[in-house]
């Protein structure tokens, strides 16, 4: 179960959110931060329901990297903002060797 955590963190110039998700014993993981001045969101992390890894990163709303990641939970791909994609693949001992 994913959940958002209620309490931001708030320091001089930004509030951070970060994501709980009890079922896969993750805390603390960064879904956004948001600039006190103008309340823009300057960071944005998504991540995907059913593995609680990390699917997209943002930067002020704009996709940064989009991540993929085999059945075994492994980094398959990842695709920048221009959608240029990196493919890994070969793993031995949990590194790619493609």
């Known amino acids: 179960m994913l959940k958002t955590v209620s309490e931001r963190i708030e320091s001089a110039h930004e509030t951070h959110t970060y994501?709980?998700?009890?079922?896969h014993w993750l805390?603390?993981?960064?879904?956004s931060t948001v600039s006190a001045d103008?309340?823009?969101?300057?960071?944005r992390n998504a991540y995907d329901?059913?593995?609680?890894?990390?699917?997209?990163h943002y930067t002020f709303?704009?996709?940064l990297t989009?991540?993929?990641f085999d059945a075994q939970g492994r980094l398959a791909s990842f695709t920048d903002g221009?959608?240029?994609?990196?493919?890994?693949?070969?793993?031995?001992?949990?590194?790619?060797?493609?």
């Open 19 to 23: 994501l709980n998700d009890t079922t």
């Open 27 to 31: 805390f603390g993981l960064p879904v």
């Open 66 to 68: 989009s991540y993929q």
């Open 38 to 43: 103008n309340q823009e969101i300057t960071q």
């Open 82 to 98: 221009n959608k240029h994609t990196t493919t890994l693949g070969n793993y031995k001992r949990d590194v790619p060797q493609s």
């Open 61 to 63: 709303e704009h996709l």
């Open 49 to 56: 329901a059913t593995a609680s890894v990390l699917s997209a």
